[in-house]
């Protein structure tokens, strides 16, 4: 079998066989399928599309290029659930979601990534917890999934490495937003930790990675789809990403507001919406509940309880995190030398937000990365934000801007500025969670 003609086939709109794409996933993972051939077929594949069928076929292959986790001997008690975020900005739900899942019965292996481009990252976010091992050994995951009930890591070098490769590839030559190839590198992680059921959150809006909402559906229904065709149960919601979620936005700024939320003590609204709706959504996937209600409620239970709160603090503790973070956070969460109230020019209403923008002015502040080796300041990024409806002026502020210095505070402050927009009419903001959707 020659890698060309696998290539010609899908460039000429074919349909690739199982034996076509395990032998081109093979060469991935050996290194025999060159960069330039692995290019070549993304390009076709980004041209031509592939079916849920190819698409669960190459999902399978991936994951297979690597260790598939097995959870059936470690008599857990309960479903392997996870969720899965194409991103946004703000977005530290994860963080949540995890142990008010873990906290109602489930065990979730959440196998996380850094930011990409001006979306933030679960793992930088997690980073910024001094000590916490994001990278653990396999042995040491299973361990703390089993004892635990969660644990948010990374990909690991054992874990689908053709997805990473590929991955790598499709970054450098603008094929990453192929909605088959995003559809079988987030399945073939997923498979690879051995899930029972999957939650996607589909972000739609200025702030999210797909540019369009029919895009948006377009990919949730294909994440469906190839899971069904792969023998993982996929339920998806499509979720706004028109303004920052939560407070908050930049890595230990999330972390606080994670912890506040889990201690019950501060949950802005349209952040705790999507928190219990995904949260339910994963009890239901997992067989936990008979309905969303339920799995709201019990979601709820668990966050008044104190429980969830628990078992966050013994995961972080459990993978090499400080055990008393959720009491002291100050002692370890970074904190930016400059704080600063960033006012609107004008009176008015917040209108709109370009969320993208957002995203680009906390790199800018060193909050995220324009390359792979660039280093993160955790400290930096933006609170408090103004929502959607929210009044500003020169005496009421957008946000404040967490900043290394007085001249970055000075950039970030105006590019947050050129980033809102503000009119006279009071709006208000639609719903966080816009639709879900589950197999027919």
């Not at 899965?84 to 994860?94: E, N």
């Not at 090499?320 to 973070?325: M, Q, V």
């Not at 001249?407 to 809102?420: P, S, T």
Request: charged share 25%; hydrophobic share 45%; with cysteine.
């Amino acid at each position: 079998m020659l890698t060309q003609d696998i290539i010609t086939t899908k460039r000429d709109g074919g349909t690739l066989s199982d034996e076509q794409i395990a032998f081109f996933v093979e060469g991935l993972t050996t290194g025999a399928v060159a960069a330039e051939q692995a290019s070549a077929l993304a390009m076709a594949i980004f041209f031509r599309g592939m079916s849920f069928e190819e698409a669960s076929s190459l999902t399978r292959a991936m994951a297979r290029s690597g260790t598939i986790i097995d959870w059936s001997g470690e008599n857990l008690g309960g479903p392997v659930v996870d969720k899965h975020s194409t991103g946004g900005v703000g977005d530290k739900v994860s963080l949540m979601l995890a142990p008010i899942a873990a906290a109602c019965g489930a065990y979730v292996p959440m196998i996380s990534g850094r930011g990409l481009g001006h979306t933030g990252g679960t793992l930088d976010k997690m980073d910024s917890i001094p000590g916490y091992v994001a990278t653990p050994d396999l042995n040491k995951f299973k361990q703390v999934v089993r004892e635990v009930g969660c644990a948010i890591i990374g990909q690991t070098g054992e874990l689908a490495p053709a997805d990473r490769r590929l991955y790598a590839i499709r970054d450098v030559t603008g094929t990453v937003e192929s909605i088959p190839l995003i559809t079988a590198s987030i399945l073939s992680k997923k498979l690879a930790a051995g899930l029972d059921g999957l939650v996607m959150d589909v972000k739609t809006g200025s702030g999210a990675f797909m540019k369009t909402r029919e895009d948006s559906i377009a990919l949730a229904k294909s994440l469906i789809g190839t899971g069904a065709a792969a023998g993982l149960k996929v339920h998806a919601l499509i979720t706004d990403m028109s303004e920052p979620l939560g407070r908050t936005a930049g890595n230990a700024l999330e972390v606080y507001e994670t912890l506040d939320y889990l201690a019950n003590t501060d949950r802005e609204a349209r952040l705790d919406d999507c928190v219990l709706s995904l949260a339910a959504e994963m009890l239901l996937v997992g067989g936990l509940v008979g309905d969303r209600e339920e799995g709201r409620r019990r979601s709820e239970e668990a966050l008044t309880s104190g429980k969830a709160a628990e078992i966050f603090a013994r995961m972080i503790a459990a993978l090499g995190g400080p055990a008393d973070l959720l009491e002291k956070p100050s002692n370890y969460l970074a904190k930016a030398p400059v704080v600063e109230p960033v006012f609107a020019t004008e009176r008015g209403h917040v209108t709109a937000v370009d969320n993208r923008a957002v995203g680009i002015a906390i790199i800018e502040l060193g909050g995220g990365r324009r390359r792979v080796e660039d280093r993160i300041d955790p400290a930096v990024g933006f609170a408090d934000f103004a929502p959607i409806g929210a009044e500003v002026g020169p005496d009421q502020p957008i946000a404040m801007v967490h900043a290394a210095d007085k001249d970055a505070a000075k950039r970030g402050a105006e590019a947050l500025r050129r980033a809102y927009v503000i009119k006279a009419e009071r709006c208000k903001a639609g719903a966080v969670v816009e639709e879900m959707l589950t197999a027919a």
